[in-house]
């Protein structure tokens, strides 16, 4: 879907509202305050904003501000180089097809960044990149309370619901998962959701994703629940209700030898350097990032009251899959 510019000047114009009442969702709030119809396709709008935001980094307004590199940009996390491209690229043979070892995909093969900047999942509706970004759409509808979801505009999510399961050869530990959830909570914060906030997610990332061997737990309601941990390596904290039998051995992924040497058009700045745990990353630089001069954007809209933070979390977690 393709969002024109005048979607984005309403998005601007509405930038300014009132603190979310507690009786409004995320999605709808939101939807509201930036693009004043509260439609399926309009919700459908601000989840793509969001998510391509986290994706490749800042690429339009309205904005905050905040600079976000993307997750798909090389960076660094506590010290450590981070680079999470060739899961996405097909540099790697990391993708879960149901087979006892990972193959590679190239989820950037429907235009790259480039139909992302224009607010598409996609330049077609075929190829891996179209069906990546639209469940990422879709799977945001359903865990920010979306009204509109499953409705007229807005199509419901259908894919994998064992983060687990899609991230099973892709051998993730802390300092990849932590740069995911920094970058996805700067696009976040890029659109005015309060650093308090994202402190919640961040922690709700790490009790849902970040624990290794971590027991079966919901991530799009109303299915059952299953494994979730997307840390897996060694170095990742340990469960403190371990069910490692039910995970198995974490498989490092090898690399491509048939991958095209082709440009995916994807961004190359380099975040600056981490410390500390995932949560406490996360919240010294959105607080570094917001001392600048104060925004009109209501943070404290974006309050993750209303949707169970597991949920949220499994959102924006589903980014890799």
């Known amino acids: 879907m393709h969002f024109t510019r005048s979607v984005l000047t309403l998005a601007s114009a509405g930038l300014v509202m009132s603190q979310r009442p507690t009786n409004m969702s995320i999605c709808d709030y939101y939807t509201t305050a930036l693009l004043k119809n509260n439609t399926g396709a309009n919700q459908l709008a601000v989840l793509t904003l969001v998510v391509n935001t986290a994706v490749i980094g800042n690429y339009t307004t309205p904005n905050v501000g905040i600079k976000v590199d993307g997750i798909l940009a090389p960076g660094m996390y506590n010290g450590t180089e981070v680079n999470l491209l060739p899961y996405f690229n097909g540099d790697l043979k990391s993708t879960n097809r149901g087979g006892n070892a990972g193959v590679s995909v190239n989820f950037l093969d429907g235009g790259g960044a480039d139909p992302l900047k224009k607010n598409m999942a996609a330049n077609d509706n075929t190829s891996h990149q179209y069906f990546l970004l639209t469940h990422l759409y879709e799977f945001f509808g359903a865990l920010l309370g979306c009204s509109q979801y499953g409705m007229n505009g807005f199509p419901a999510y259908d894919g994998q619901t064992s983060m687990a399961k899609v991230h099973k050869f892709m051998d993730l530990g802390p300092n990849e998962l932590g740069y995911f959830v920094q970058q996805v909570a700067m ?20 009790q849902l994703f970040g624990l290794r061997c971590s027991p079966p737990a919901a991530a799009v309601p109303p299915t059952d629940k299953e494994l979730q941990a997307i840390c897996i390596k060694d170095t990742c904290p340990l469960s403190p209700n371990p069910v490692c039998d039910q995970y198995g051995a974490a498989v490092a992924p090898v690399p491509n030898s048939t991958t095209p040497a082709t440009s995916s058009g994807m961004p190359q700045s380099t975040s600056g350097s981490m410390t500390g745990s995932m949560t406490n990353s996360m919240t010294a630089t959105m607080t570094n ?14 309050a993750v009251h209303g949707v169970s933070a597991a949920a949220l979390a499994a959102a924006f977690a589903a980014l890799l899959a």
Do not use: H, Q
């Open 187 to 206: 696009s976040a914060a890029s659109f005015g959701v309060a650093k308090e906030d994202l402190e919640m997610v961040g922690m709700a990332l790490n």
């Open 289 to 302: 990032s917001m001392t600048g001069p104060p925004s009109a954007v209501p943070t404290a809209g974006a």
